[in-house]
């Protein structure tokens, strides 16, 4: 009986294993239109969450018919090293960025957008070239990737916690571009009731991911892209995307 029982111990014991390979915490923060909390806070979770990748990373999981969990939560470093290091989590929308590849295991893309840099309507700042960028105040978001990408190439970024408040420091002077992206700089604009900036370079374009912890097995990560892959064929992406326009 004792044999038995362990024998029965183990299958369960196999059995939970299974049922968390199969499930994923995924983990976000707010970057509109993409990923955002309902409320406008800094945490909510599963129907809390929206966006354009949000709402993707919703029917790439039913699919697939994998069991997860959405959690908005803030700052993006905390939520960065949360997936490095947990297994069973996955973080979005991640720029897969060189420095980035080997950290994890990836599906997607989820979506995509430009890197810009920002300035008031009304400014007579014209850039041809990036560089030129390197005499004037920037504006950044903390451990992002686009604030990298300029610090990377020589140029001084004032960084923020959050990413909405180089809203209010372009429009007061306090900087004089913002690093930001498109339309994600747009619409955080709006939704501080400012409309007069423009886009006055565009100096790259980035793919935006589901970044899993590597400790993910293959065969999961090969679920996922399938099921992503999938929907992009039906049209379902294109259809979320314009739920945001």
Known sequence: MSVYRLLLALLVLCGSSLVRAESLVLLTENLAPFNMSANGGNYAKDA?????????MRAVCER???????????????????????????????????????LFKWVGPIATNDWVLM??????????NLQDAAQYRIGGYQGDAISQYLIDRGLTVQTSLRDNENVQKLAKG???????????????????GVEDFKVVQRFHTAE????????????????LQAALDSLRADGQLTAIAARYQ
Do not use: M
């Not at 300035?119 to 041809?128: E, P, R």
């Open 174 to 192: 306090q900087i004089d571009l913002w690093a930001t992206a498109d339309p994600t700089g747009h619409y955080l604009a709006r939704q501080a």
């Open 208 to 223: 935006l991911y589901l970044a899993l912890n590597k400790n993910a097995s293959d065969a999961l990560v090969q679920q």
């Open 119 to 128: 300035a008031k309507a009304d400014s007579t700042i014209s850039l041809s």
């Open 48 to 56: 809390g969450v929206s966006g354009i990748s949000s709402d993707t």
């Open 64 to 102: 697939a018919k994998v069991e997860c969990q959405q959690i908005l939560r803030f700052p993006w470093d905390r939520v960065y090293q949360q997936t490095l290091t947990d297994a069973g989590y996955g973080l979005f929308s991640v720029a897969r960025t060189a420095e980035r590849e080997s």
